[in-house]
Protein backbone atom coordinates (compact mmCIF):
# COMPACT_ATOMS: atom_id res chain seq x y z
CA UNK A 1 0.00 0.00 0.00
CA UNK A 2 1.72 3.35 -0.90
CA UNK A 3 0.89 7.04 -2.24
CA UNK A 4 3.16 7.83 -5.33
CA UNK A 5 3.37 11.33 -6.82
CA UNK A 6 4.24 11.08 -10.87
CA UNK A 7 5.40 14.73 -11.88
CA UNK A 8 5.08 14.64 -15.90
CA UNK A 9 2.90 12.55 -18.16
CA UNK A 10 4.57 12.47 -21.70
CA UNK A 11 5.71 9.41 -23.40
CA UNK A 12 7.44 7.51 -20.92
CA UNK A 13 5.41 8.75 -17.70
CA UNK A 14 2.29 7.44 -18.77
CA UNK A 15 3.70 3.84 -19.87
CA UNK A 16 5.03 3.97 -16.39
CA UNK A 17 1.73 5.19 -14.98
CA UNK A 18 0.03 2.43 -16.70
CA UNK A 19 2.17 -0.03 -15.58
CA UNK A 20 1.99 0.87 -12.07
CA UNK A 21 -1.50 0.62 -12.29
CA UNK A 22 -1.08 -3.12 -13.07
CA UNK A 23 0.31 -3.56 -9.44
CA UNK A 24 -1.85 -1.92 -7.24
CA UNK A 25 -1.64 -3.83 -4.23
CA UNK A 26 1.99 -1.63 -4.21
CA UNK A 27 1.08 1.03 -5.94
CA UNK A 28 -2.68 1.74 -4.28
CA UNK A 29 -2.99 5.57 -4.84
CA UNK A 30 -1.36 7.41 -7.55
CA UNK A 31 -1.57 11.15 -8.14
CA UNK A 32 -0.35 12.07 -11.62
CA UNK A 33 1.15 15.83 -11.79
CA UNK A 34 1.80 17.75 -14.73
CA UNK A 35 2.37 21.09 -16.43
CA UNK A 36 -0.96 20.19 -19.08
CA UNK A 37 -3.73 18.97 -16.84
CA UNK A 38 -5.62 17.78 -19.26
CA UNK A 39 -3.08 15.33 -20.16
CA UNK A 40 -2.99 13.80 -16.79
CA UNK A 41 -7.08 13.88 -16.51
CA UNK A 42 -7.38 11.92 -20.00
CA UNK A 43 -5.38 9.39 -18.75
CA UNK A 44 -7.09 9.27 -15.72
CA UNK A 45 -9.89 8.62 -17.93
CA UNK A 46 -8.39 5.51 -20.04
CA UNK A 47 -7.42 3.83 -16.83
CA UNK A 48 -10.93 4.04 -14.97
CA UNK A 49 -12.60 0.78 -14.84
CA UNK A 50 -9.60 -0.75 -15.60
CA UNK A 51 -7.20 -0.91 -12.16
CA UNK A 52 -7.47 -0.77 -8.42
CA UNK A 53 -5.07 2.11 -7.98
CA UNK A 54 -6.90 5.16 -6.81
CA UNK A 55 -5.93 7.99 -9.20
CA UNK A 56 -5.95 11.79 -8.40
CA UNK A 57 -4.59 14.36 -10.68
CA UNK A 58 -2.96 17.80 -10.76
CA UNK A 59 -1.57 20.78 -12.38
CA UNK A 60 2.03 21.95 -11.90
CA UNK A 61 4.95 23.69 -12.77
CA UNK A 62 8.02 21.83 -11.77
CA UNK A 63 10.35 24.63 -13.05
CA UNK A 64 8.88 26.50 -9.74
CA UNK A 65 10.07 24.37 -6.21
CA UNK A 66 7.51 26.52 -4.64
CA UNK A 67 4.69 25.17 -6.28
CA UNK A 68 6.19 21.26 -6.18
CA UNK A 69 6.91 22.03 -2.56
CA UNK A 70 2.73 22.58 -1.99
CA UNK A 71 1.73 19.40 -3.55
CA UNK A 72 4.00 17.66 -2.33
CA UNK A 73 2.96 18.32 1.16
CA UNK A 74 -0.84 18.48 0.18
CA UNK A 75 -0.99 14.86 -0.94
CA UNK A 76 1.81 13.49 1.34
CA UNK A 77 3.32 10.88 -0.97
CA UNK A 78 5.39 7.97 -0.12
CA UNK A 79 7.60 8.87 -3.22
CA UNK A 80 8.31 11.06 -6.25
CA UNK A 81 8.92 9.88 -9.60
CA UNK A 82 10.19 12.87 -11.94
CA UNK A 83 9.03 11.53 -14.98
CA UNK A 84 9.19 15.27 -16.52
CA UNK A 85 12.37 16.42 -18.07
CA UNK A 86 16.09 16.47 -16.80
CA UNK A 87 15.55 20.31 -16.44
CA UNK A 88 13.34 19.84 -13.38
CA UNK A 89 15.85 17.48 -11.58
CA UNK A 90 17.29 19.48 -8.84
CA UNK A 91 13.93 21.64 -8.65
CA UNK A 92 12.39 18.20 -7.71
CA UNK A 93 14.84 17.55 -5.49
CA UNK A 94 15.13 20.20 -3.11
CA UNK A 95 11.53 19.71 -3.32
CA UNK A 96 11.18 15.79 -1.81
CA UNK A 97 13.82 17.33 0.55
CA UNK A 98 11.98 20.50 1.77
CA UNK A 99 9.03 17.65 2.72
CA UNK A 100 10.96 14.78 3.41
CA UNK A 101 10.23 11.85 0.74
CA UNK A 102 12.23 9.66 -1.44
CA UNK A 103 12.89 10.90 -4.81
CA UNK A 104 13.92 9.00 -8.27
CA UNK A 105 14.22 10.10 -11.81
CA UNK A 106 14.87 8.42 -15.07
CA UNK A 107 17.58 10.70 -16.62
CA UNK A 108 20.35 13.18 -14.82
CA UNK A 109 20.24 16.85 -14.53
CA UNK A 110 20.86 19.11 -17.67
CA UNK A 111 19.93 22.96 -17.77
CA UNK A 112 17.26 24.14 -20.04
CA UNK A 113 19.51 27.33 -20.83
CA UNK A 114 22.79 26.01 -21.99
CA UNK A 115 23.17 30.15 -22.49
CA UNK A 116 22.97 30.92 -18.62
CA UNK A 117 26.39 32.48 -17.61
CA UNK A 118 26.45 31.27 -14.07
CA UNK A 119 26.01 27.47 -15.77
CA UNK A 120 28.22 28.04 -18.43
CA UNK A 121 31.39 28.51 -16.05
CA UNK A 122 30.92 25.54 -14.39
CA UNK A 123 30.34 23.86 -17.06
CA UNK A 124 33.63 24.84 -19.37
CA UNK A 125 36.02 24.02 -15.92
CA UNK A 126 34.02 20.75 -15.64
CA UNK A 127 34.91 19.84 -19.16
CA UNK A 128 38.64 21.16 -19.36
CA UNK A 129 38.66 19.17 -15.96
CA UNK A 130 37.00 15.58 -16.99
CA UNK A 131 37.59 15.76 -20.50
CA UNK A 132 33.88 15.40 -22.18
CA UNK A 133 31.35 18.04 -23.43
CA UNK A 134 28.23 16.52 -22.88
CA UNK A 135 25.55 19.26 -21.05
CA UNK A 136 24.31 16.64 -18.56
CA UNK A 137 26.86 14.85 -16.03
CA UNK A 138 25.88 14.02 -12.74
CA UNK A 139 27.88 16.33 -10.50
CA UNK A 140 24.88 18.25 -9.91
CA UNK A 141 22.84 15.23 -8.47
CA UNK A 142 25.93 13.99 -6.59
CA UNK A 143 25.85 17.32 -5.21
CA UNK A 144 23.24 16.69 -2.84
CA UNK A 145 24.00 13.25 -1.53
CA UNK A 146 25.43 14.45 2.19
CA UNK A 147 21.62 16.13 2.30
CA UNK A 148 20.04 13.06 1.18
CA UNK A 149 21.73 10.95 3.90
CA UNK A 150 21.49 13.33 6.60
CA UNK A 151 17.80 13.40 5.87
CA UNK A 152 17.83 9.92 5.68
CA UNK A 153 16.37 9.63 1.79
CA UNK A 154 16.80 7.84 -0.71
CA UNK A 155 17.40 9.14 -4.36
CA UNK A 156 17.21 6.89 -7.12
CA UNK A 157 19.01 8.48 -10.09
CA UNK A 158 18.39 7.15 -13.95
CA UNK A 159 16.16 4.54 -13.46
CA UNK A 160 15.09 3.92 -17.35
CA UNK A 161 16.40 1.35 -19.69
CA UNK A 162 20.07 3.76 -20.33
CA UNK A 163 20.63 4.68 -17.88
CA UNK A 164 19.15 2.52 -15.52
CA UNK A 165 18.60 -1.38 -16.94
CA UNK A 166 22.00 -1.21 -18.34
CA UNK A 167 23.75 -0.86 -15.23
CA UNK A 168 21.68 -3.33 -13.49
CA UNK A 169 23.33 -5.55 -16.30
CA UNK A 170 26.72 -4.78 -15.43
CA UNK A 171 25.81 -5.20 -11.30
CA UNK A 172 24.29 -8.25 -11.98
CA UNK A 173 27.35 -9.76 -14.48
CA UNK A 174 29.69 -7.86 -11.51
CA UNK A 175 27.80 -10.05 -9.06
CA UNK A 176 26.76 -13.81 -10.64
CA UNK A 177 29.39 -13.72 -13.93
CA UNK A 178 32.97 -12.09 -13.03
CA UNK A 179 35.21 -11.62 -10.65
CA UNK A 180 37.23 -8.24 -13.31
CA UNK A 181 35.47 -6.77 -15.28
CA UNK A 182 37.79 -5.25 -18.21
CA UNK A 183 35.35 -3.89 -21.19
CA UNK A 184 31.84 -2.99 -21.52
CA UNK A 185 30.15 -2.10 -24.75
CA UNK A 186 26.22 -0.71 -24.11
CA UNK A 187 24.56 -1.42 -27.18
CA UNK A 188 21.19 0.14 -27.70
CA UNK A 189 19.59 -1.01 -31.29
CA UNK A 190 15.98 0.72 -32.14
CA UNK A 191 15.22 -1.78 -35.46
CA UNK A 192 11.55 0.17 -35.40
CA UNK A 193 10.16 1.88 -38.08
CA UNK A 194 7.82 4.49 -37.84
CA UNK A 195 7.36 5.31 -41.46
CA UNK A 196 8.04 9.15 -41.22
CA UNK A 197 11.35 10.77 -42.80
CA UNK A 198 12.33 11.54 -39.51
CA UNK A 199 11.38 11.63 -35.89
CA UNK A 200 12.46 11.14 -32.68
CA UNK A 201 11.62 8.46 -29.94
CA UNK A 202 11.55 10.63 -27.05
CA UNK A 203 11.70 14.00 -26.55
CA UNK A 204 13.14 15.50 -29.77
CA UNK A 205 14.83 18.22 -27.35
CA UNK A 206 16.46 16.01 -25.47
CA UNK A 207 17.21 13.21 -27.63
CA UNK A 208 18.72 15.80 -30.38
CA UNK A 209 21.38 17.60 -27.84
CA UNK A 210 22.08 14.09 -26.80
CA UNK A 211 22.27 12.67 -30.32
CA UNK A 212 24.27 15.61 -31.76
CA UNK A 213 27.11 15.98 -29.09
CA UNK A 214 30.16 14.54 -29.29
CA UNK A 215 30.63 11.46 -28.66
CA UNK A 216 32.95 9.99 -25.67
CA UNK A 217 34.21 6.60 -23.70
CA UNK A 218 36.05 5.39 -20.98
CA UNK A 219 39.47 4.10 -21.33
CA UNK A 220 42.20 3.29 -18.61
CA UNK A 221 41.12 6.03 -16.11
CA UNK A 222 39.85 8.75 -18.33
CA UNK A 223 37.55 9.60 -20.82
CA UNK A 224 38.36 10.19 -24.38
CA UNK A 225 36.19 12.70 -26.60
CA UNK A 226 35.80 12.04 -30.37
CA UNK A 227 33.38 14.51 -32.78
CA UNK A 228 29.98 13.21 -33.17
CA UNK A 229 29.07 10.47 -35.09
CA UNK A 230 33.01 9.66 -35.57
CA UNK A 231 32.67 5.65 -34.36
CA UNK A 232 30.75 3.71 -36.68
CA UNK A 233 30.71 -0.42 -36.41
CA UNK A 234 28.42 -2.95 -37.48
CA UNK A 235 26.05 -5.39 -35.14
CA UNK A 236 24.19 -8.23 -35.57
CA UNK A 237 21.45 -7.72 -33.52
CA UNK A 238 19.18 -10.95 -32.02
CA UNK A 239 15.98 -10.66 -33.47
CA UNK A 240 16.60 -7.65 -35.34
CA UNK A 241 19.34 -7.95 -37.44
CA UNK A 242 22.40 -6.09 -39.08
CA UNK A 243 22.46 -2.64 -38.25
CA UNK A 244 25.02 0.46 -38.21
CA UNK A 245 25.63 1.89 -34.59
CA UNK A 246 27.45 5.09 -33.48
CA UNK A 247 29.65 5.78 -30.27
CA UNK A 248 27.79 8.55 -28.31
CA UNK A 249 28.62 9.62 -25.02
CA UNK A 250 26.22 8.75 -22.23
CA UNK A 251 25.49 8.87 -19.04
CA UNK A 252 26.04 5.88 -17.41
CA UNK A 253 29.53 5.62 -18.26
CA UNK A 254 30.46 8.51 -15.67
CA UNK A 255 28.76 6.31 -12.36
CA UNK A 256 29.86 2.89 -13.97
CA UNK A 257 33.62 3.97 -14.44
CA UNK A 258 33.36 5.06 -10.51
CA UNK A 259 31.33 2.03 -9.16
CA UNK A 260 33.03 -0.48 -11.24
CA UNK A 261 36.94 0.88 -10.83
CA UNK A 262 38.68 -1.78 -12.53
CA UNK A 263 36.97 -1.71 -15.81
CA UNK A 264 39.43 -0.64 -17.96
CA UNK A 265 37.31 0.32 -21.26
CA UNK A 266 33.26 1.28 -21.06
CA UNK A 267 31.64 2.48 -24.46
CA UNK A 268 27.84 3.42 -25.96
CA UNK A 269 26.80 2.51 -29.48
CA UNK A 270 23.27 3.49 -30.68
CA UNK A 271 22.31 2.42 -34.28
CA UNK A 272 20.98 5.22 -36.43
CA UNK A 273 19.52 4.87 -40.06
CA UNK A 274 21.00 6.67 -42.92
CA UNK A 275 17.76 8.78 -43.07
CA UNK A 276 17.76 10.09 -39.41
CA UNK A 277 21.71 11.62 -39.26
CA UNK A 278 21.36 13.22 -42.77
CA UNK A 279 18.02 15.28 -41.55
CA UNK A 280 20.14 15.81 -38.33
CA UNK A 281 23.22 16.80 -39.83
CA UNK A 282 21.22 19.24 -41.96
CA UNK A 283 18.99 20.30 -39.03
CA UNK A 284 22.09 21.11 -37.20
CA UNK A 285 23.89 22.93 -40.37
CA UNK A 286 20.81 25.22 -40.55
CA UNK A 287 21.09 26.40 -36.77
CA UNK A 288 17.72 24.63 -35.70
CA UNK A 289 18.81 22.30 -33.03
CA UNK A 290 20.15 25.89 -31.51
CA UNK A 291 19.10 26.40 -28.21
CA UNK A 292 19.50 30.19 -28.26
CA UNK A 293 16.98 32.22 -28.94
CA UNK A 294 16.17 34.25 -31.99
CA UNK A 295 14.00 37.09 -32.80
CA UNK A 296 11.77 36.16 -35.59
CA UNK A 297 9.29 38.63 -36.78
CA UNK A 298 8.85 40.42 -33.67
CA UNK A 299 8.77 37.41 -31.74
CA UNK A 300 11.40 35.30 -29.63
CA UNK A 301 11.46 32.01 -30.56
CA UNK A 302 14.19 29.12 -30.15
CA UNK A 303 15.15 26.97 -32.69
CA UNK A 304 14.77 23.81 -31.02
CA UNK A 305 11.62 24.10 -29.29
CA UNK A 306 10.24 25.41 -32.87
CA UNK A 307 11.41 22.12 -34.30
CA UNK A 308 10.31 20.33 -31.96
CA UNK A 309 6.46 22.17 -32.43
CA UNK A 310 6.71 20.50 -36.30
CA UNK A 311 7.99 17.40 -35.58
CA UNK A 312 5.54 14.14 -34.72
CA UNK A 313 4.97 13.59 -31.15
CA UNK A 314 6.80 10.74 -29.96
CA UNK A 315 3.43 9.22 -28.11
CA UNK A 316 2.05 9.38 -31.37
CA UNK A 317 4.53 6.66 -33.04
CA UNK A 318 3.11 3.58 -31.18
CA UNK A 319 0.38 2.77 -33.49
CA UNK A 320 2.62 2.90 -36.97
CA UNK A 321 5.95 1.77 -35.44
CA UNK A 322 6.94 -1.81 -36.33
CA UNK A 323 9.91 -3.93 -35.09
CA UNK A 324 12.16 -4.59 -32.07
CA UNK A 325 14.27 -2.92 -29.71
CA UNK A 326 17.55 -4.88 -28.15
CA UNK A 327 19.12 -3.38 -25.76
CA UNK A 328 21.98 -4.66 -23.45
CA UNK A 329 25.47 -4.73 -22.40
CA UNK A 330 28.83 -7.26 -23.86
CA UNK A 331 31.45 -7.69 -20.96
CA UNK A 332 34.74 -9.42 -20.97
CA UNK A 333 36.80 -10.03 -17.80
CA UNK A 334 37.88 -12.65 -15.97
CA UNK A 335 36.21 -15.67 -13.75
CA UNK A 336 38.71 -17.91 -11.56
CA UNK A 337 41.30 -17.19 -13.33
CA UNK A 338 40.26 -17.23 -16.96
CA UNK A 339 39.24 -15.11 -19.22
CA UNK A 340 35.51 -14.85 -20.25
CA UNK A 341 32.56 -12.78 -22.28
CA UNK A 342 28.88 -12.59 -21.30
CA UNK A 343 26.11 -10.33 -23.06
CA UNK A 344 22.74 -9.50 -21.39
CA UNK A 345 20.29 -8.06 -23.12
CA UNK A 346 16.34 -7.27 -23.85
CA UNK A 347 14.38 -7.90 -26.46
CA UNK A 348 11.36 -5.85 -26.95
CA UNK A 349 8.62 -5.50 -30.09
CA UNK A 350 7.08 -2.00 -31.18
CA UNK A 351 3.58 -3.31 -31.91
CA UNK A 352 3.41 -5.69 -28.70
CA UNK A 353 4.12 -3.23 -26.64
CA UNK A 354 1.34 -0.60 -28.31
CA UNK A 355 -1.02 -3.31 -27.93
CA UNK A 356 -0.44 -3.43 -23.90
CA UNK A 357 0.16 0.30 -23.44
CA UNK A 358 -0.88 2.32 -26.23
CA UNK A 359 3.58 3.38 -26.50
CA UNK A 360 6.30 2.32 -29.02
CA UNK A 361 8.82 0.33 -26.85
CA UNK A 362 11.27 2.95 -26.64
CA UNK A 363 8.73 4.83 -23.97
CA UNK A 364 7.94 1.45 -23.09
CA UNK A 365 11.76 0.32 -22.23
CA UNK A 366 11.96 3.06 -20.20
CA UNK A 367 8.89 3.11 -18.01
CA UNK A 368 8.64 -0.03 -17.23
CA UNK A 369 12.03 0.22 -15.28
CA UNK A 370 10.87 3.15 -13.82
CA UNK A 371 7.85 1.37 -12.43
CA UNK A 372 10.40 -1.51 -11.40
CA UNK A 373 12.74 0.78 -9.67
CA UNK A 374 9.30 2.79 -7.53
CA UNK A 375 8.89 -1.28 -6.69
CA UNK A 376 12.30 -1.56 -5.52
CA UNK A 377 12.15 1.42 -3.08
CA UNK A 378 8.13 0.85 -2.07
CA UNK A 379 8.93 -3.01 -1.29
CA UNK A 380 12.01 -1.72 1.04
CA UNK A 381 14.29 -4.08 -1.50
CA UNK A 382 16.42 -1.27 -2.11
CA UNK A 383 17.06 1.29 0.44
CA UNK A 384 20.23 2.38 1.23
CA UNK A 385 19.71 5.99 2.17
CA UNK A 386 21.58 8.83 0.17
CA UNK A 387 21.75 9.51 -3.76
CA UNK A 388 22.44 6.49 -5.67
CA UNK A 389 22.58 5.06 -9.65
CA UNK A 390 21.11 1.91 -10.31
CA UNK A 391 24.48 -0.21 -10.46
CA UNK A 392 25.24 0.32 -6.58
CA UNK A 393 21.54 -1.89 -5.46
CA UNK A 394 21.16 -5.28 -5.19
CA UNK A 395 20.06 -6.73 -9.37
CA UNK A 396 18.73 -9.15 -8.70
CA UNK A 397 14.96 -8.27 -7.45
CA UNK A 398 14.98 -5.69 -10.18
CA UNK A 399 15.89 -7.74 -12.74
CA UNK A 400 13.20 -10.31 -11.74
CA UNK A 401 10.63 -7.75 -11.74
CA UNK A 402 11.57 -6.89 -15.58
CA UNK A 403 11.64 -10.29 -16.05
CA UNK A 404 7.79 -10.35 -14.52
CA UNK A 405 6.08 -7.07 -15.81
CA UNK A 406 7.64 -7.07 -20.12
CA UNK A 407 11.46 -6.46 -20.39
CA UNK A 408 12.76 -9.97 -19.74
CA UNK A 409 16.40 -10.57 -20.07
CA UNK A 410 18.14 -12.97 -22.64
CA UNK A 411 22.00 -13.59 -22.44
CA UNK A 412 25.11 -15.29 -24.34
CA UNK A 413 28.29 -16.66 -23.09
CA UNK A 414 29.67 -16.71 -26.59
CA UNK A 415 29.07 -12.94 -27.33
CA UNK A 416 30.49 -11.84 -30.88
CA UNK A 417 32.22 -9.05 -29.67
CA UNK A 418 32.79 -5.55 -30.99
CA UNK A 419 35.89 -4.23 -32.18
N1 LIG B 1 16.77 6.42 -19.03
C1 LIG B 1 16.22 6.21 -20.20
O1 LIG B 1 16.36 5.11 -20.77
C2 LIG B 1 15.41 7.27 -20.88
C3 LIG B 1 14.97 7.08 -22.19
C4 LIG B 1 14.11 8.02 -22.75
C5 LIG B 1 13.74 9.15 -22.02
N2 LIG B 1 14.22 9.34 -20.75
C6 LIG B 1 13.84 10.51 -19.95
O2 LIG B 1 12.47 10.38 -19.60
C7 LIG B 1 11.95 11.68 -19.32
C8 LIG B 1 10.61 11.85 -20.00
O3 LIG B 1 10.78 11.75 -21.41
P1 LIG B 1 9.51 11.78 -22.39
O4 LIG B 1 9.98 11.26 -23.69
O5 LIG B 1 8.36 11.18 -21.71
O6 LIG B 1 9.30 13.35 -22.53
P2 LIG B 1 7.95 14.09 -22.95
O7 LIG B 1 7.07 13.18 -23.75
O8 LIG B 1 8.37 15.41 -23.52
O9 LIG B 1 7.23 14.34 -21.56
C9 LIG B 1 7.70 15.25 -20.61
C10 LIG B 1 6.57 15.52 -19.64
O10 LIG B 1 7.05 16.42 -18.63
C11 LIG B 1 6.16 17.51 -18.53
N3 LIG B 1 6.86 18.72 -18.15
C12 LIG B 1 7.83 19.38 -18.84
N4 LIG B 1 8.18 20.48 -18.18
C13 LIG B 1 7.44 20.51 -17.06
C14 LIG B 1 7.36 21.40 -15.96
N5 LIG B 1 8.12 22.49 -15.90
N6 LIG B 1 6.47 21.13 -14.99
C15 LIG B 1 5.70 20.03 -15.02
N7 LIG B 1 5.73 19.14 -16.02
C16 LIG B 1 6.60 19.39 -17.03
C17 LIG B 1 5.60 17.67 -19.92
O11 LIG B 1 4.42 18.45 -19.83
P3 LIG B 1 3.69 19.04 -21.15
O12 LIG B 1 2.75 17.97 -21.54
O13 LIG B 1 3.04 20.28 -20.70
O14 LIG B 1 4.77 19.29 -22.18
C18 LIG B 1 5.37 16.20 -20.30
O15 LIG B 1 4.19 15.70 -19.73
C19 LIG B 1 13.02 12.66 -19.78
O16 LIG B 1 13.74 13.10 -18.66
C20 LIG B 1 13.90 11.83 -20.67
O17 LIG B 1 15.23 12.32 -20.72
C21 LIG B 1 15.03 8.41 -20.16
Known amino acids: MSRVLVIGCGGVAQVAIRKCCQVSEVFSELCIASRTLSKCDNLKKALEGKTNTKITTAQVNAD???EVIDLINSYKPDLVMNIALPYQD????D??????????????????DTDDPAWREIYEKRCKEKGFSAYFDYSWQWAYREKFEKAGLVALLGCGFDPGVTQAYCAYAKKHEFDEIDNIDILDCNGGDHGYAFA???NPEVNLREVSAPGSYWEDGHWVEIPAMSIKREYNFDKVGMKDMYLLHHEEIESLALNIPEVKRI?????FGQSYLTHMKCLEDVGMLSTTPIEFEGHE???????????PDPASLGPRTHGKTNIGCIFSGKKDGKEKTYYIYNVCDHQECYKEVESQAISYTTGVPAMCGALMLLTGKWNTIGVHTVEEFDPDPFLDALDKYGLPRSESHEPVLVD
Open 301 to 311: IVPIKFLKALL
Open 90 to 93: LVIM
Open 267 to 271: RFFMT
Open 95 to 112: ACLACHVNYMDTANYEPE
Open 64 to 66: NVN
Open 200 to 202: TNF
